[in-house]
């Protein structure tokens, strides 16, 4: 697969991702995260929040909302997938990493 076409691909996962917050226990609509989305694309979004210090409101509202299947959703977490991991540098899968790990999820 090009890379191209595995950003396409993961732009509609990462859309996934804010339907699937909506279906927790406790629904989450991540609203400026689709509008990120949207209007960057997946990847620059993904990339714009890696790039951001400490846990994002996102990435803690999906811990509230589903614990660990919250956790499992989120932007840090899919790229840390097979094939999506191509997409990123070592550096940004780290942070995706810690920033997992300081919300309870050792990946």
Known sequence: MDKKQLE???????????????KLPQP???TRFKQMIDEMGGKAAADKLLASSGISQGLSELYMA??????????E????????QQLFTDEQK????????QCGLDV
């Open 8 to 22: 396409a691909d993961f732009h509609h996962a990462m859309l996934e991702i804010y339907d699937l917050a909506k």
């Open 94 to 101: 780290d942070i995706a990493r810690k920033k997992l790990k």
């Open 77 to 84: 977490y899919l790229i840390l997938q097979d094939p999506w």
């Open 28 to 30: 989450y609509r991540a």
């Open 66 to 75: 589903g614990q660990e299947k919250g956790l499992k959703i989120s932007m």
